[in-house]
């Protein structure tokens, strides 16, 4: 089991870019059911990264938290059944 959690990021919105406080982050495309395969990402040196899925580019922003993003609202978070 992983000693921290990854932030999940989803792009409703269909934003081109979306700038995010982390380096290490798993995109989920849209919401259920317009998702799909929560995929791991990892900028390593980058301060950009492009889904592979949904080509949504994504944006090292280092003055962001964790969970924050920009434009806000992109943040995923999973619904209780």
Known sequence: ???HNIPHFQNDGGHQAIEIGVKEFM??????????PHIFIDMGDEN?????YCSTLYRYNPSLKATETNPPGCLFTSKAA
């Open 48 to 52: 950009e990264k492009v889904c592979t």
């Open 27 to 36: 995109c989920t495309g849209a919401s259920v059911p317009f998702d799909h």
């Open 1 to 3: 089991m992983a000693d």
